[in-house]
């Protein structure tokens, strides 16, 4: 059975660091592209930076040089370093697990955790 543990959300200033973690079981990480999506209140999910299986990362445009993707195999953990975060920022963040084989894909996503920047 496949989980995604997210966790490190929580209530932050602006301009302040937040990291969160994803811990997957069930699965066999290494092969996986992990990701991070959130979703703030009345709009839906967006991408915000994968880590590919083959090392590669990816974010989207709004969090190339503050956010950072980063995970290790080993551990079947992927983080995001979020830096000066911006009440834009709030929403929940979740992380996703996915593996496409002969054109099949396997998504797992987490239960979110909530990130709120707010002075």
């Known amino acids: 059975q496949v989980s995604l543990v997210e966790s490190g959300g929580g209530l932050v200033q602006p301009g302040e660091s937040l990291r969160l973690s994803c811990a997957a079981s069930?699965?066999?990480?290494?092969?996986?592209?992990m990701g991070w999506y959130r979703q703030a209140p009345g709009k839906q999910r967006e991408l915000v930076a994968i880590?590919?299986?083959?090392?590669?990362?990816h974010y989207a445009d709004s969090m190339k040089g503050r956010f950072t993707i980063s995970r290790n195999n080993a551990k079947s953990t992927v983080w995001l370093q979020m830096n000066s975060l911006e009440p834009e920022d709030t929403a929940v963040y979740y992380c996703n697990a996915e593996y496409t084989f002969l054109g099949q894909t396997s998504t797992s996503w987490g239960q979110g955790t909530q990130v709120t920047v707010s002075s």
């Open positions: 069930g699965i066999a990480f290494s092969i996986y592209d």
């Open positions: 880590a590919s299986s083959g090392g590669s990362t």
